[in-house]
Each structure stands twice: as structure tokens, then as C-alpha cells.
């Protein structure tokens, strides 16, 4: 059987493809705002009515009010033989309805029942979970309550075998029954002088520290617990007896430069997190000393002289006494790869012993009232912590050297402001006392000036080229106020300039009555001004050659 030969559709006007179709709406037009739950009348309309006339909004929704007549009217009518018939079909419904309510029922019960099994096997598991977890947590805290117990005791145990050790640095050899017994608890081997027995101190010192170290984990994760708290006793007193022992020790290495004695002992501060102890033992064994002999500070020298206040030579010794008897223990702090890298010794024990020195023996040396003295003491001092610096293995560890509160301290002590404002009045009166003066008064001493390729004649320009001159000279120009220098040179030339012009103006003028500092320009001979004019080339070169 062929299949049927479709037939062409009739051909579109030009109207249908060049034009809307009857049934469309403008843009503005959106029937489906209409079905919204949010849809408000008044707002509706009120919002079209901006753009839209009132007549085609009007026009327009009549038409789409016709439109929906015509739809309902259309479904109305498809499905009207089954509204109609829907009366007759429905016969003995209610006898339907009792049928069908039974095995529902029954299907309730059945789905009720799953559910109250589901629900209570769901409150077992959960429950068991629960349990569990409860059980696993308790578990948790009572095994973190037997460490913590065994490594109270270990410690103990291990700080029991420190009294056997000399600990006062003399070469003492342990028994023969002490020694069998460190060797069993610590795998240490037998010592033979009182030096190997100092670094077995260290080593043991350095493993009661690390168990020191998990007690302190152990006890943050079990914190406010009973077996804790009658747990502190013990804990405060093995922590107690391990800070002092390791002092001892650490004292004893320090003394006598021990590098074994004193790598173990600072492994030991790490890991109990007591860097500032080590720090303090070092300065007030090593530095403090040192201080004293090159600095003294007693009561008998509170009275030194102004000469006193000197400082580039202390610094010297203080540089010759780093290198003898505090290089060993930098070196040892920062040895790659050595864990070593939390000890300050730099800012916490030198400088700082330093600066305690110099504010007890030596305060004048931060004094900005004598400017030359303190301008001497400035930069050795910034020579010393470049000297310091050094020593640091990295620039990471510079950039920490030049963060401690004691490295900012000791800058805070040189008052650099009120070191500019002293040189700022020195140049700066000198310069105005020559320019207040009556009359133009030649240079005393052309000697001086004989140097130059021209020289000046005229007090008043000599004074401004020695001013300017000043700010620039190494025994007053400091590098952090190298700005308010520069400023004050263009204030000294800027002063000269209006002091000129304003005795030129009063020159001309023929009277000075209207500023009190320009008689000189009245009593001035004509050739006096030719002087003025040799000025600019000498102060010109010294802007050249900043």
C-alpha cells in the first residue's frame, strides 16, 4: 500500500509574513503578570500609564479580556458531554467507598507498624552510637590520664638520677651501681670525669624536658579534670626541679664553654618553651659581667664627666668581648638546621645588657644637649648593631633582630628630633644674627675663602655659604633627618633671598621705616651690591654636589 502524497500547505500572504499576527500584544504587554501571586491592579496599571496611553492600555486589555472569554468558551465546550454525563457514571459510589476502606486500613496498620519498628530500630542505632562515641571519648580521656600519670612518673623517675650528677662543676666521678642504673634508664654510656658527667646531665636534662613537653600537651587536652588538679602538686614540683637543674647546667656550659652541654640544654629550654630563662642565665652569667668592667656603673661612677659619655670606645671592647666570649654560643643557636632559631641571644642578652649599661653608667650618651657627642654616639651605636646584625644567618632573622621590643627600645633612646632642632637653631641663628646687622660688613679673613674660584667679600653671603655648608658636614648631617636638612638649606637660601630683595625695595624706596632690618641697604655704596652677585656660583655648588 503506497503512502498517502503529502499535500502542500497553503501559501502565506504577505501579510502573515510581514506582519504581526491578529492575536499578538506589544512587548509592553505581558499576560503572564497576570498570573502571579503578587500581582497588584493598581500598581499595574499605574506603572504602564508612564509609557503607555490610557486609551491603548484600555483598548488593549479589552481585547485580552476577549480573548479569554473565547478560551473559556472553547474548553467549556469540548468537555461538555462528559460534564454532562459525569452524573449517570457515578453509580453506587458510597458502596465503592465502603469497599475500598477496609483494605486501606489494613494498609494503614501494615505501614504503621514498619514505621514504629524503623523508628525504633533508628532510637536503638542511635543510642548504640551514642554509646559508642561516649564510650570511645571516655576511653580517649582515660588513656590521656594514664600517660599523663606514666609521664609524671617517668619524669620523676628521671629527675631522681640528677642529685647523683655534681652540680656545682666539679670533676666528681659517679659510682660504679649510679652509673649501671642511668645506663638502664637512659641508654647513656658510663662517664669517667666530671665533663662527660655534665654532658650526660645534658642529655638527660634534654629527654626530662621533651617529657616535660608532652605533659604539657597531655594536661591542655585534660584540663579541669580531678586526676588533674591532684595531679598539679607533682607536676609544678618536677617542673620546678628541671628548671633549676638545667640553670645549673646551662651555667656550667656557659662557664666553661661546653658546646655539647650547651646544645642540649637549649634543645631542653625549646621544648619546655622557655627561651627566656636560657636568654636571662646568658646574660647575667656571660654579659652582665662584661658590662660591668667596660661600663661601670656602680655609685662611684655616677659622677663622670661629660667626657665620660663617650661611647665608640666601649663599643670596641664590647665587640672584642662578643667575639671571645659570646661567638661560641651564637654560632651554636644559629647552626642550620639546629631547631635552635628561638633564641634571641643578639637583642635579649647583649643589646640589652647594652642598653641597661649605658642607662646606668653612661645616661648622657643619649643626651641630644652636647649635639656633637651625641652625634658621635649615634652612629657607633649604629655601627655596633650593624656589627650585631652580623651575626644573623639570614635577612629573615635580621628583619626579627630589628623587630624585638629591645632593638626598638634602644632606637627610641636617640631623640634625633630634638638633635635637628638644636643644629636648626645653631645654623639657622647664625645666619640671622649676620642679616640683622646694620650695615654690610666685609669678611675679616679672605683667606679662608682664597680656595675658591671666587671668594666672597661680604660677611652676610660668607655666613649663608658656611651655613649651608653645615647642614651638610659629616659631624652634623644625620641620615635620618637627611629631609629637614635639605629643608633647612632652602630655608637659609630662601631667608637670604628676601632679606635681599627687601633691601632692594627699601633701597629704592629711599627709606626703611617700614622694616626695621633693611638700614643696610640705605647706607650701602653702590659697589657694595657687586659683591651680592658672587653669591649664587659657590652656593650653586653645593646643591651640585648633594
Not at 512587548?27 to 506603572?47: G, H
Not at 650695615?439 to 675658591?452: C, D, E, I, K, R
Request: charge should be negative.
Amino acid at each position: 500500500m503506497m503512502d498517502p502524497i503529502p499535500t502542500a500547505p497553503p501559501p502565506r500572504s504577505a501579510t502573515d509574513l510581514f506582519s504581526d499576527p491578529a492575536d499578538s500584544h506589544p512587548l509592553w504587554f505581558k499576560s503572564n503578570l497576570f498570573l502571579s501571586p503578587n500581582f497588584d491592579s493598581e500598581s499595574y496599571i499605574s506603572e504602564l500609564r508612564t509609557f503607555v496611553p490610557f486609551e491603548t492600555l484600555r483598548s488593549e486589555l479589552q481585547a485580552h479580556l476577549s480573548s479569554l472569554n473565547h478560551e473559556l468558551i472553547d474548553l467549556i465546550n469540548r468537555d461538555y458531554a462528559d460534564f454532562v454525563n459525569l452524573s449517570t457514571k457515578l453509580v453506587d459510589v458510597d458502596a465503592a467507598v465502603v469497599r475500598m476502606r477496609a483494605p486501606l486500613l489494613e494498609l494503614r496498620e501494615k505501614i504503621d507498624g514498619f514505621r514504629g519498628a524503623l523508628e525504633g530500630s533508628l532510637v536503638a542505632l542511635q543510642n548504640g552510637l551514642k554509646q559508642r562515641s561516649e564510650a570511645a571519648s571516655a576511653r580517649e580521656v582515660l588513656e590521656l590520664l594514664l600517660d599523663t600519670f606514666h609521664v609524671v612518673s617517668k619524669v620523676e623517675k628521671l629527675i631522681k638520677e640528677l642529685p647523683s650528677l655534681p652540680a656545682d662543676g666539679s670533676d666528681v666521678d659517679v659510682n660504679l651501681e649510679e652509673r649501671k642504673s642511668m645506663s638502664s634508664a637512659t641508654t647513656f654510656q658510663p662517664v669517667e670525669n666530671g665533663t662527660n658527667v655534665r654532658e650526660t646531665q645534658s642529655m638527660l636534662l634534654e629527654r626530662i624536658a621533651s617529657e616535660m613537653n608532652r605533659l604539657k600537651f597531655y594536661i591542655a587536652h585534660a584540663q579541669n579534670l580531678p586526676f588533674i588538679e591532684n595531679m598539679e602538686k607533682r607536676i609544678k614540683s618536677a617542673s620546678l626541679l628541671l628548671d633549676a637543674s638545667l640553670g645549673h647546667c646551662f651555667v656550667h656550659g656557659l662557664e666553661h664553654q661546653n658546646a655539647n652541654v650547651i646544645y642540649n640544654c637549649l634543645r631542653a629550654y625549646a621544648a619546655i618553651d622557655n627561651t627566656r630563662n636560657a636568654e636571662e642565665i646568658f646574660s647575667n652569667t656571660v654579659v652582665a659581667p662584661l658590662m660591668q668592667k667596660i661600663i661601670p656603673h656602680g655609685p662611684s661612677e655616677a659622677l663622670a664627666g661629660a667626657s665620660g659619655d663617650e661611647l665608640e670606645s666601649d663599643y670596641e671592647q664590647i665587640k672584642q668581648c662578643v667575639e671571645k666570649d659570646c661567638k661560641f654560643l651564637l654560632d651554636i643557636s644559629s647552626a642550620e638546621n639546629s631547631g635552635l632559631h628561638v633564641f634571641d641571644f643578639l637583642a635579649n642578652s647583649i643589646l640589652k645588657e647594652v642598653l641597661s649599661a649605658i642607662q646606668k653608667g653612661k645616661p648622657g650618651a643619649f643626651s641630644p644637649g652636647r649635639p656633637t657627642q651625641f652625634l658621635r654616639n649615634y652612629k657607633s651605636s649604629l655601627d655596633f648593631l650593624a656589627y650585631l646584625e652580623g651575626y644573623c644567618p639570614s635577612r629573615s632573622a635580621v628583619a626579627k633582630f630589628r623587630a624585638e621590643a629591645i632593638y626598638v627600645e634602644f632606637m627610641k633612646q636617640w631623640n634625633v628630633g630634638v638633635y635637628f632642632s638644636l643644629r636648626f637653631q645653631e645654623i639657622a641663628g647664625a645666619l640671622d644674627s649676620a642679616l640683622t646687622a646694620a650695615s654690610l660688613a666685609p669678611v675679616q679673613n679672605s683667606n679662608s675663602n682664597q680656595g675658591n674660584s671666587q671668594a666672597l667679600t661680604l660677611k652676610q653671603s660668607a655666613t649663608l655659604l658656611d651655613s649651608m655648608k653645615s647642614c651638610w658636614r659629616q659631624d652634623v648631617f644625620l641620615l635620618p633627618c637627611s629631609d629637614k636638612f635639605l629643608r633647612l638649606s632652602l630655608q637659609l637660601h630662601s631667608r637670604y633671598s628676601n632679606w635681599l630683595s627687601s633691601g632692594l625695595a627699601a633701597r629704592s624706596s629711599g627709606h626703611a621705616s617700614f622694616n626695621p632690618g633693611n638700614e643696610w641697604a640705605i647706607s650701602a655704596a653702590p659697589d657694595d651690591f657687586i659683591y651680592v652677585r658672587l653669591a649664587p656660583c659657590p652656593i650653586s655648588r653645593i646643591y651640585l654636589q648633594l
